[in-house]
Nanobody
């Protein structure tokens, strides 16, 4: 069974930073693109970022550019989401997901297209 394991969530004050991690032992990042979704309270899950397995192309949702960045460490089979200048509106459950491709426009980064999911990690931004 494929497992994606997220970590790094928690409580942070507005303006603070967190780094989320997503690791898997089921496959290497050469074969699957990994990325992130989030689900705000009472909202649908939305794709926010991914990084391509083939060429390292990165997608970040327009409304997060300048604050969130995605990176990967192939040796550790881990993808990271660095979140800076966090706002209360970023409060959500963040999910790691995997699919066989990803592009810089996030063309396929929507919930129905994903092959695998993590269980999510909660991020709360509050003073």
């Amino acid at each position: 069974q494929v497992q994606l394991v997220e970590s790094g969530g928690g409580l942070v004050q507005p303006g603070g930073s967190l780094r989320l991690s997503c690791s898997t032992s089921a496959f290497t990042l050469d074969y699957y693109s990994l990325g992130w979704f989030r689900q705000l309270p009472g909202k649908e899950r939305e794709g926010i970022s991914c990084i391509s397995s083939s060429d390292g192309s990165k997608y970040i949702a327009d409304f997060l550019k300048g604050r969130f960045t995605i990176s990967r460490d192939n040796a550790k089979n881990t993808v990271y989401l660095q979140m800076n200048n966090l706002k209360p509106d970023d409060t959500a459950i963040y999910y790691c997901a995997a699919d066989d491709w990803c592009d810089e426009w996030g063309s396929n980064w929507y919930p129905g297209a994903m092959d695998y999911w993590g269980n999510g990690t909660r991020v709360t931004v509050s003073s």
